[in-house]
Nanobody
Framework: QVQLVESGGGLVQAGGSLRLSCAAS????????MGWFRQAPGKEREFVGA????????YYADSVKGRFTISRDIIKNTVYLQMNSLKSEDTAVYYC?????????????????WGQGTQVTVSS
């Protein structure tokens, strides 16, 4: 019923910036917040950050804090991940996901709906 589609990935040089988008189609009334996760080859998927549909209040993983910013457009049902000062270690497939939890959560299992992912490659 609800579908998430990421876009905006690509190749960028270290120190550069990239903006990812996650568009949600269908009814999202049962989803409290949207999160961003990433997975590099051979590594476990990790939490990047999340934001509540109501009230915002974004929160982030320590590894991206101060460099990444999450925002959302409620009318457009879209969340964004602005990535600045990119590093080679930021290279990964980035996924957006939705959770019905009404409290902040970094747990992958709490997010029940996922997009297909978009590749971000940072060259050094």
């Amino acid at each position: 019923q609800v579908q998430l589609v990421e876009s905006g990935g690509g190749l960028v040089q270290a120190g550069g910036s990239l903006r990812l988008s996650c568009a949600a189609s269908g009814r999202t009334s049962s989803k409290s917040a949207m999160g961003w996760f990433r997975q590099a080859p051979g590594k476990e998927r990790e939490f990047v950050g999340a934001i509540f549909w109501s009230g915002g209040s974004p929160y982030y993983a320590d590894s991206v804090k101060g460099r990444f910013t999450i925002s959302r457009d409620i009318i457009k049902n879209t969340v964004y991940l602005q990535m600045n000062s990119l590093k080679s270690e930021d290279t990964a497939v980035y996924y957006c996901a939705a959770t019905a939890r009404v409290y902040p959560t970094r747990q992958q299992a709490d997010y029940g709906l996922w997009g297909q992912g978009t590749q971000v490659t940072v060259s050094s």
